[in-house]
């Protein structure tokens, strides 16, 4: 499991460990994962660090710090380091001391040749994007030269992913201590390139924001036992599709059937476009662990919507179905309930613009889950799942953008779907459900069809084993 932390929390294990270490310790560690994965870098491109030409943007704050005790082990070790400060009378004391010792050097502009970059402006408590000056000195950065952000690109809000303003775009960000979850949420995440953690040894409480990985999706998926029958193992039911979208019932079910439930139930009125291609289907209404309603619905069937969330079973309501709901009848279940909507239907859902849903993703799942009393998965260029409680929120790491297709939500839907009537959680759900399809769209590759995405989700579901 990776794991994220608030800048609040960061910094309370900070003063914690501070307290115990000698003066200035802490830093000089962060400084010296930095400085290994700079190296690292230019190694790898031009096969050492002896005569490459590193300019460091170093801001008044502990970043700007490990920015500069970083660039006085690069020139140690032969690099042309120069500090480049965005207020010069504001430089860390220390690090400046340390990186003229060492032979680096400080100048008033970004030099136009270089073979990287290291973004020291802001640090985790950096708000509402870069100032005038830090934006100045990051439009400088010369054009294809690698960026190494420092914590976090400067610009990006640690807590939420947010850009608010001007922002560093990094190749490679390094991180102390604890992932933030802005390096893990888009728009924020799109800015970070590959993220590495150097642990400096904080202790951590519960985190804010957690991404599963291969070993945690492998224990929660459901699997048969020799005892197991069709039912045992759970049925899902689908409510999709109409006469105008035939299709979209067909890919629910696709995912539902590859998703580790029984059986698959089908109700509504493509039930001919459904067993032509998966004679597998059971049609008509029946009993199920769970009940999948929305995709291709159209208007006019609130009613078997209401009628759903109305029983004891488990219901996931996608696209259609989620028009109109009404938060007190969703808070008033005792089942599970998983909502997945994208940013247009959850900004319909809070009655906010679709643009605000987009920027602030971690604040509007928060809020959705809260509102309706239901677990949501919010899905977009980063998906995230929350629950209703003060659970941390599951992002999905496994995301492409070629699941921007038409159809992808409604396989996403079954197998979400199939999982909750195979016994997981909501959230359980929810997170393994996004994790397999992005698993699946990456084995697909691109440009996919969504059916494409269903085909490979066995492979998948295989791939979290290995």
């Given at each position: 499991?990776?794991?994220?932390?608030?800048?609040?929390?960061?910094r309370a294990a900070e003063r914690e460990l501070m307290a115990r270490l000698p003066e200035g310790a802490l830093m000089l560690r962060a400084a010296a994962g930095l400085a290994a994965v700079c190296a690292g870098l230019l190694t790898r491109r031009r096969g050492r660090v002896y005569g490459a030409r590193v300019v460091l943007l170093v801001g008044p704050g502990d970043n700007g710090?490990?920015?500069?005790?970083?660039?006085?082990?690069?020139?140690?070790?032969?690099?042309?380091?120069?500090?480049?400060?965005?207020?010069?009378?504001?430089?860390?004391?220390?690090?400046?001391?340390?990186?003229?010792?060492?032979?680096?050097?400080?100048?008033?502009?970004?030099?136009?040749?270089?073979?990287?970059?290291?973004?020291?402006?802001?640090?985790?408590?950096?708000?509402?994007?870069?100032?005038?000056?830090?934006?100045?000195?990051?439009?400088?950065?010369?054009?294809?030269?690698?960026?190494?952000?420092?914590?976090?690109?400067?610009?990006?809000?640690?807590?939420?992913?947010?850009?608010?303003?001007?922002?560093?775009?990094?190749?490679?960000?390094?991180?102390?201590?604890?992932?933030?979850?802005?390096?893990?949420?888009?728009?924020?995440?799109?800015?970070?390139?590959?993220?590495?953690?150097?642990?400096?040894?904080?202790?951590?409480?519960?985190?804010?924001?957690?991404?599963?990985?291969?070993?945690?999706?492998?224990?929660?998926?459901?699997?048969?036992?020799?005892?197991?029958?069709?039912?045992?193992?759970?049925?899902?039911?689908?409510?999709?599709?109409?006469?105008?979208?035939?299709?979209?019932?067909?890919?629910?079910?696709?995912?539902?059937?590859?998703?580790?439930?029984?059986?698959?139930?089908?109700?509504?009125?493509?039930?001919?476009?459904?067993?032509?291609?998966?004679?597998?289907?059971?049609?008509?209404?029946?009993?199920?662990?769970?009940?999948?309603?929305?995709?291709?619905?159209?208007?006019?069937?609130?009613?078997?919507?209401?009628?759903?969330?109305?029983?004891?079973?488990?219901?996931?309501?996608?696209?259609?179905?989620?028009?109109?709901?009404?938060?007190?009848?969703?808070?008033?279940?005792?089942?599970?309930?998983?909502?997945?909507?994208?940013?247009?239907?959850?900004?319909?859902?809070?009655?906010?613009?679709?643009?605000?849903?987009?920027?602030?993703?971690?604040?509007?799942?928060?809020?959705?889950?809260?509102?309706?009393?239901?677990?949501?998965?919010?899905?977009?260029?980063?998906?995230?799942?929350?629950?209703?409680?003060?659970?941390?929120?599951?992002?999905?790491?496994?995301?492409?953008?070629?699941?921007?297709?038409?159809?992808?939500?409604?396989?996403?839907?079954?197998?979400?779907?199939?999982?909750?009537?195979?016994?997981?959680?909501?959230?359980?759900?929810?997170?393994?459900?996004?994790?397999?399809?992005?698993?699946?769209?990456?084995?697909?590759?691109?440009?996919?069809?969504?059916?494409?995405?269903?085909?490979?989700?066995?492979?998948?579901?295989?791939?979290?084993?290995?």
């Open positions: 499991m990776r794991t994220a932390y608030s800048v609040e929390t960061v710090g490990d920015a500069l005790y970083a660039g006085a082990r690069l020139a140690r070790r032969g690099a042309g380091v120069t500090a480049v400060p965005m207020d010069p009378e504001r430089m860390h004391t220390g690090g400046l001391a340390a990186l003229r010792a060492a032979g680096g050097r400080v100048e008033q502009a970004v030099p136009q040749r270089a073979d990287l970059v290291v973004d020291g402006l802001l640090g985790i408590g950096g708000r509402g994007g870069l100032r005038p000056a830090g934006a100045a000195l990051a439009e400088r950065i010369p054009p294809g030269v690698p960026v190494v952000a420092v914590d976090l690109p400067s610009g990006v809000d640690a807590d939420t992913g947010e850009v608010a303003g001007p922002a560093v775009t990094a190749d490679v960000t390094v991180t102390f201590g604890a992932y933030k979850p802005g390096l893990l949420i888009d728009p924020g995440a799109s800015r970070a390139g590959a993220v590495h953690l150097v642990d400096i040894g904080l202790e951590l409480p519960e985190p804010e924001v957690e991404a599963l990985q291969h070993a945690d999706v492998a224990g929660l998926l459901p699997q048969p036992t020799a005892s197991s029958d069709k039912y045992r193992r759970g049925v899902v039911g689908i409510v999709a599709g109409s006469a105008q979208y035939p299709g979209a019932a067909v890919l629910a079910v696709a995912g539902a059937l590859r998703g580790g439930a029984g059986a698959v139930r089908y109700v509504g009125p493509a039930a001919d476009s459904v067993l032509a291609r998966y004679p597998e289907t059971l049609i008509g209404p029946g009993r199920v662990q769970a009940w999948v309603i929305g995709p291709g619905l159209g208007e006019g069937r609130v009613g078997e919507v209401a009628d759903l969330l109305a029983g004891d079973t488990a219901v996931l309501v996608d696209a259609d179905g989620l028009r109109g709901l009404d938060p007190a009848v969703l808070r008033a279940r005792t089942a599970p309930t998983l909502l997945t909507p994208h940013a247009g239907e959850a900004a319909a859902l809070l009655g906010v613009s679709r643009e605000s849903v987009e920027a602030g993703r971690l604040a509007a799942v928060r809020r959705l889950a809260e509102r309706y009393g239901a677990t949501v998965l919010l899905k977009g260029s980063t998906t995230l799942v929350a629950s209703a409680g003060g659970r941390p929120v599951r992002v999905n790491p496994t995301g492409t953008p070629w699941l921007a297709t038409a159809g992808s939500g409604d396989v996403l839907s079954g197998l979400a779907g199939s999982l909750l009537a195979g016994g997981l959680s909501g959230a359980d759900a929810g997170a393994v459900g996004a994790y397999l399809h992005g698993l699946a769209a990456r084995r697909t590759g691109g440009p996919l069809l969504a059916h494409q995405v269903a085909e490979a989700l066995p492979s998948a579901w295989r791939d979290t084993r290995s």
